[in-house]
T-cell receptor, first 110, second 114 residues
Framework: QKEVEQNSGPLSVPEGAIASLNCTYS??????FFWYRQYSGKSPELIMFIYSNGDKEDGRFTAQLNKASQYVSLLIRDSQPSDSATYLCAVLSNDYKLSFGAGTTVTVRA | DGGITQSPKYLFRKEGQNVTLSCEQNLNHDAMYWYRQDPGQGLRLIYYSQIVNDFQKGDIAEGYSVSREKKESFPLTVTSAQKNPTAFYLC?????????????FGPGTRLLVL
């Protein structure tokens, strides 16, 4: 089974700070990478996806991908209390199956 | 209003009982998926279907069954063979166009054993 590992957390950051989430994956042939946000008791919602090495920015979120290191990260700038949630890293392999990490729980302190 | 619906929101199962979870989408997506989420864990793939009348086992298919008779619908049956069914069940769909496709999730069904 393909492995997706995330820093276990929980991660506590003050309001306005940067939250940094990390994810590594085992399948070197993986092509697409996703970050989902999941509030307690709710289903995951897509934040960002990234396919190419480098950075991709969308508002306060930046995804970074390094395929050589098999590493993908998510930065949340100017963290808000509404960002408090569990963030799931997901990796799409060549057989089009999505593998998920266990998630990192982020708490933004007001 | 397009989206994915799952019902019921909560479902209670008695010992030895089969139960069926509903998943419907009106996004015209070809591919549909069922995942299971246990507390503190990521999502695990149960079954998936890339096209009507075809489906494949995921990583934890034992004790589950599915059907895909219509494009819009992908019901999951939790059979009595599944000995630890208590979990949050999530249905997802995607366009099924291969690499890069994004999966979108329904609201989930929480299954509890009486």
């Amino acid at each position: 089974q393909k492995e997706v590992e995330q820093n276990s957390g929980p991660l506590s950051v003050p309001e306005g700070a940067i939250a940094s989430l990390n994810c590594t994956y085992s399948d070197r042939g993986s092509q697409s990478f996703f970050w989902y946000r999941q509030y307690s008791g709710k289903s995951p919602e897509l934040i960002m996806f990234i396919y190419s090495n480098g950075d991709k920015e969308d508002g306060r979120f930046t995804a970074q991908l390094n395929k050589a290191s098999q590493y993908v990260s998510l930065l949340i700038r100017d963290s808000q209390p509404s960002d408090s949630a569990t963030y799931l890293c997901a990796v799409l392999s060549n057989d089009y199956k999505l593998s998920f990490g266990a998630g990192t729980t982020v708490t933004v302190r007001a | 209003d397009g989206g994915i619906t799952q019902s019921p929101k909560y479902l209670f199962r008695k010992e030895g009982q089969n139960v069926t979870l509903s998943c419907e989408q009106n996004l015209n997506h070809d591919a549909m998926y069922w995942y299971r989420q246990d507390p503190g864990q990521g999502l695990r793939l149960i079954y998936y279907s890339q096209i009507v009348n075809d489906f494949q086992k995921g990583d934890i298919a034992e004790g589950y069954s599915v059907s895909r008779e219509k494009k819009e619908s992908f019901p999951l049956t939790v059979t009595s063979a599944q000995k630890n069914p208590t979990a949050f069940y999530l249905c997802a769909s995607s366009t099924g166009q291969g690499s890069g496709e994004t999966q979108y999730f329904g609201p989930g069904t929480r299954l509890l054993v009486l």
